[in-house]
Nanobody
């Protein structure tokens, strides 16, 4: 079992930056791929970014490519999402998720952190 706790959300003006963190419990964090997803009001949850267990591979949604950067520190059991050049359409609840090897697909989810970008 893995518990995930996000932090770092808040209110920021358009063009600003935020860094989200996701702290994971458990000793197997370094074997999990990790992802960030978001859900805006009235919309379905969507993929934002993902990173392989080693950090050697990263993936981004087209809408955030070039503005967001996902990274991880396996020694700290933490994954990050650096968000730059934020836009009002980035406003959403952001969730981190863990994808263990052999699991179905992102079996573990955090509770989410609100990001609000004002115009």
């Amino acid at each position: 079992q893995v518990q995930l706790v996000e932090s770092g959300g808040g209110l920021v003006q358009a063009g600003g930056s935020l860094r989200l963190s996701c702290a994971a419990s458990g000793r197997t964090f370094s074997s999990y791929a990790m992802g960030w997803f978001r859900q805006a009001p009235g919309k379905e949850r969507e993929f934002v970014a993902a990173i392989s267990w080693s950090g050697g591979s990263t993936y981004y949604a087209d809408s955030v490519k070039g503005r967001f950067t996902i990274s991880r520190d396996n020694a700290k059991n933490t994954v990050y999402l650096q968000m730059n050049s934020l836009k009002p359409e980035d406003t959403a609840v952001y969730y981190c998720a863990a994808d263990p090897p052999g699991g179905s697909w992102y079996d573990y989810w955090g509770q989410g952190t609100q990001v609000t970008v004002s115009s």
